[in-house]
């Protein structure tokens, strides 16, 4: 239903080129079908705002979205889709309140801001926790490689993508019969990854799916039998899944979006062609980082993320002309997280190559008027 | 900057009268106003949608949310506003992980469906509890009476409106100085009440305030001090209070949502005047009740609440043919809660006096036709 994203579509209306981290740039064509559709969804006479999540109409739309997720990542059958709320900062407390029993223990990689406050979080329920990997002794500027997991640990957590940092695993780490859980915030669906291996993957969906206030989940059926009964109803995989996320009232407008976000992302050519045209994008920026010696990468080569290209200037002072002079010329959101300074480039899969073509041209611009 | 509701504009467009439960309806001028906005919002190059909650047009939303929900509400400064997510749900554990301390217990009054789950999250998470008075012996069609409390308790709690009932608390039980704990999901802000006789007030977003997805909590400042530790983070007041809602991204579309329910009621008149209009309302399908033997109300007349007027007709096809009826001419909604059957109709603040005049007339009507 949605038409391909196409040079210039995104500057329509005096829209401007959107490079923020999360809430991040959605697909033109859903933001256009969801305006269209505001008031009045699809001649039912109401907002879909307003409109109940027990209808037919809404259950359409779950079941929609569940059915296209798995249709676009390929998730196994023995899968369930949930949509869950409190972001990714919930599932730091779900995944050890629900896979931790009594007397066992997880093992979790730490590679950036966001690993840390799930092990936190984990230790601060009263859980054990065991870090295997780290990268913290280089600034979390790689991900480590050669993870062992013990074998007889509840589960291992990793943060595949690192917003902050700039860093994702080009790899997963083999877990034998461990269960492998991913905080895939920042990355889902960004390329095409093997769903079997992991037990549970989990993303605040504002940056590749829709917007803030969802969080999907995709769970391997077996795990959900594991929820205690004495945990928070609102983070037991047991009871969401088992109401197929109607436990509640789900925020059914995220959930809508969601749904959209997938149908453009199959319209797109799923998966195999988006991961396709994220490596051109990335790829756009790195050869620009790497063929000039203004610029320099904070990531190790073989750790670079897809979705967040890190990079320092010869100074502060430049950094904050090159944020403020970018947005003049029509480029939202390049300044690093307020933790690390720099620019970061947040090129999620709704970011079209003409941003990022025009993101390279203003860089070779800025090199040349501050060299 | 809205304008007032006037005869009509909510059938604009195509659009019928919605007496959904909740989600429920939202002020037209609010949607017209999202709808504007939303390629491009105040001319800034994105969608609110797409808009980091670290920005500075995000930040001035949630601060005129929390400035104009205390200006209404009339909520002393020792309070907070906080938008929390998961529903009454996650505030069914919030309130005793938070405020039940070790040895401590806490009373609760049971008027209905969704006091017992929030006896029941409080029991299941091992947290000690008296049920001190409840209405289940007559099907909750009343509020007890004379309700008193354990001067050692944490707190009593309340469920102000209980939607599936059609009952309301006409006055609040005198605690002195036991914290007194609301759920005002479905009826927060329809008339003007004392803020400060309540420690915390908490409300799901979708019937009075705005979508589903955002949960709003009116929390006396000397209560974040008591959050234990060891609670997950986004259960924690003392957390989500302390970073004044932005600890971790927060579901900003809705939040953007409420904050122009509350401008929409402030153009209204304010909560004078909003309450003066939903007695008109509700005033009139009572009477309707009152005055025809075919229609039964089910709660007892001292306790029938200003949100949802639920009754019976004299049989189950009967019922089932009004609703079929109302939908042909126009009115979404009527059907009672699948626990309970019947006729619900829910006029939240944002059904227009219109919609139930031409649901009393339909009413009439029906009966004539049917009798």
Known sequence: MFYQVERGITMKEGRIYNFNPGPAALPLPVLEEVQKDLLNYKGEGISILEMSHRSKTF????KDAERLLKEIMDIPQNYKVLFMQGGATLQFAAVPLNLIGEGQFAEYVNTGSW??????????????????????????????????VSPNAAYLHITSNNT???????????????????DMSSDIACRKIDVSKFALIYAGAQKNMGPSGVTVVIIREDLLEKSPDNIPTM???????????????????????????????????????????????????????DQSSF?????????RSLMNVTFRLPS??????????????????????????????????????????KLVDFMKKFEKANS
């Open 59 to 62: 259950d359409g739309i779950i």
């Open 164 to 182: 902050i940092f700039g860093t994702q695993f080009q790899q997963f780490p083999e877990t034998g019969d461990v269960a492998l859980i991913a």
């Open 295 to 303: 610029y320099r990468g904070t990531a190790r080569p073989d750790s």
């Open 115 to 148: 690993s840390k406050k799930a092990i936190q979080e984990a230790q601060k329920l009263g859980k054990k926790v065991n870090v295997v990997a780290s990268s913290e002794d280089e600034s979390f500027s790689y991900i480590p490689g050669d993870i062992k």
């Open 235 to 289: 983070t037991s995989y047991k009871i969401i899944g088992g109401k197929d996320s109607l436990y509640n009232t789900p925020p059914t407008f995220a959930v809508y979006i969601v749904k959209l976000v997938l149908e453009w992302m199959k319209a797109q050519g799923g998966l195999e062609k988006i991961e396709q045209i994220n490596r051109q994008k990335a790829g756009l920026i790195y050869d620009a980082l």
């Open 316 to 357: 502060e002072e430049l950094e904050k002309k090159f944020v403020a002079e970018a947005l003049e010329n029509g480029m939202l959101g390049l300044k690093g997280h307020r933790s690390v300074g720099g620019i970061r480039a947040s090129i999620y899969n709704a970011v079209p190559m003409e941003a990022v073509e």
